[in-house]
């Protein structure tokens, strides 16, 4: 086995490693594709907490580049994690040497150098000569894990710590308004459903979260509200946490749609430049709840739970006009971001806008590997959350007179 290939110290990888019976600790490696071991030096050894003494004897012939025999103290397993990637080993001890090495196979475990190492070929498509391979290399020099960290660190207003809550910065413009059909009476729903009782603390701490979010606030005491909805506890999807939603159904048959136009997926698709792989995709940093509702429909959004009645400040899911609303609301937010770069086009029917070949390597990259994709320094001067847009008009006329006509439906009130 060759090891020592590499002899500079200026790319050292920071990996979790368990090595032997000690706890797991980060450590230096130097990546040696060179090398056909993993090894490390009796100094590192000690300095993770396991001792010379509890090695296994080791029976590999080790030899360095110019093919000098290496005395092995002995080995012992180790297990090295990156980024959810995971790489069982036997490290081999050596009494000297310049440090912990990773091997070829271990580089290529952890996701370090692509496999099939070197016998890779990037095949790339230019729609011009100046647009270079800027996207490709930046994939391979920064991981997706210190992206994001130099994302949260660059923009602390958009991306808090989790364990601090702060109030959620709403879209500018004006707050959404519900329009309701005419001869529409206030809907009540009195009974308040039961929480599992395994589930009653967690929900009431996410309540008072929201609370301090802004998202929602309490009734004041002795106010009877005049619309009352259900609140409704689900699990998460895939897990047996609780999921926060309230049942809107009976309010939705008399809620006017506001017109919103969307285009088929294939002219999206059309609009898309011949061989461009890479665009960025752009979204609230909270979606829904970051359009207020004026102070009618904030009462109307009104849902009972075990400590006291809540109304809806901002939009929320089930609601059947949140997401028509959201999809006219956005695309007007990105329209100042265009706007900063001008040659961004093309809205999807989410609302998303996809900027193709005029976007530089760095912003791909981003949306390549990030949920959230950072905001631009003009967005940022403008003391916008996530995005922010100035008011407009929603819907056509027409359609609006059009519902006007409408007859709301009979509905008993119980």
């Not at 080790?62 to 990156?82: F, H, I, M, N, W």
């Not at 002219?267 to 359009?291: C, K, N, S």
Request: aromatic share 6%; charged share 25%; hydrophobic share 35%.
């Amino acid at each position: 086995m060759t090891i020592g290939q590499v002899k500079t110290s200026d790319d050292l990888v920071k990996i979790t490693a368990k090595i032997g019976n000690a706890d797991h600790q980060e450590v230096e490696w130097l990546p040696d594709t060179g090398a056909e071991c993993d090894v490390i030096t009796a100094d590192c050894l000690k300095k993770v907490g396991t001792k010379v003494k509890d090695l296994r004897k080791d029976k590999a012939e080790l030899c360095g580049p110019d093919q000098g025999r290496l005395k092995s103290l002995g080995k012992v397993t180790a297990t090295l994690e990156r980024e959810g990637m995971k790489y069982k080993t036997e490290l081999h001890v050596l009494e000297k040497g310049t440090g912990p090495i990773l091997s070829k196979a271990g580089c290529i475990a952890l996701g370090l150098i692509p496999t099939g190492w070197p016998h890779v070929v990037n095949k790339l498509s230019l729609s011009s000569p100046d647009e270079g391979n800027g996207v490709d290399m930046l994939l391979k020099s920064q991981s997706a894990a210190s992206i994001r960290e130099q994302l949260f660190q660059e923009f602390p207003e958009v991306f808090p710590p989790d364990d601090e809550v702060l109030p959620l910065k709403p879209m500018k413009g004006p707050p959404m308004k519900i329009e309701l059909l005419p001869g529409t009476s206030p809907i009540r729903r009195y009974r308040c459903n039961t929480i599992p009782l395994h589930w009653q603390d967690k929900v009431k701490a996410h309540l008072e979260t929201m609370v301090q979010k802004q998202i929602i606030e309490r009734v004041p005491q002795g106010e009877a509200p005049e619309w009352l909805f259900s609140m409704v506890v689900v699990p998460k999807a895939g897990t047996d946490e609780p999921r926060v939603t309230v049942d809107f159904s009976p309010l939705n048959p008399f809620v006017k749609r506001p017109m919103y136009p969307c285009r088929v997926p294939a002219e999206e698709v059309a609009q898309i430049p011949p061989g461009m792989t890479h665009f960025t995709v752009l979204d609230g940093r909270h979606g829904y709840w970051q359009v207020l509702l004026d102070k009618p429909s904030s009462k109307i959004m009104t849902f009972n739970t075990p400590w006291g009645s809540v109304p809806y400040l901002t939009e929320c899911m089930g609601l059947i006009s949140a997401g028509d609303e959201f999809n006219d609301e956005e695309p007007a937010a990105m329209t100042a971001i265009a706007g900063h770069r001008p040659k961004m086009e093309e809205m999807d029917r989410r609302g998303n806008q996809a900027a193709w070949s005029q976007l530089s390597g760095q912003d791909r990259v981003w949306s390549s590997l990030l949920e959230e994709p950072p905001l631009p320094e003009a967005v940022r001067a403008a003391d916008w959350s996530c995005q922010g847009h100035p008011g407009k008009s929603r819907g056509s006329q027409a359609a609006k007179e059009k519902q006007e006509t409408e007859k709301a439906p009979v509905r008993f009130q119980p």
